[in-house]
Nanobody, 124 residues
Framework: QVQLVESGGGLMQAGGSLRLSCAAS????????VAWFRQAPGKEREFVAS????????YYADSVKGRFTISGNNAKNMVYLQMNSLKPEDTAIYHC?????????????????WGQGTQVTVSS
């Protein structure tokens, strides 16, 4: 069983940057594909980005492509989401999620492990 804890959220002006972190305990991230999802008030959960268990493959939602970067550090059991050029529409609670092996992907039901989330608020 892997436990996930997100950190790094906060309040930022539009155009700014934040880096979210997802820390894993219990199991190494080496065997897990990891994704970031977000959910804004009154909206459905939305896929943001994923990274494969090998770290060699990443996948992004069109809405964040070119602005966000997902990366991993297996030695530290961490996955990061670097968010640049933030927009007010990026405001949401961001959750990291993990699934055993695989290439990642945008289907939330495939992920069996979820963190509690970290709030990101972008002001205009």
């Amino acid at each position: 069983q892997v436990q996930l804890v997100e950190s790094g959220g906060g309040l930022m002006q539009a155009g700014g940057s934040l880096r979210l972190s997802c820390a894993a305990s219990g199991r190494t991230f080496r065997n897990y594909a990891v994704a970031w999802f977000r959910q804004a008030p009154g909206k459905e959960r939305e896929f943001v980005a994923s990274i494969s268990s090998s770290g060699s493959s990443t996948y992004y939602a069109d809405s964040v492509k070119g602005r966000f970067t997902i990366s991993g550090n297996n030695a530290k059991n961490m996955v990061y989401l670097q968010m640049n050029s933030l927009k007010p529409e990026d405001t949401a609670i961001y959750h990291c999620a993990a699934k055993n092996y695989g290439a990642g992907g945008a289907v939330p039901n495939e992920y069996g492990h979820w963190g509690q989330g970290t709030q990101v608020t972008v002001s205009s």
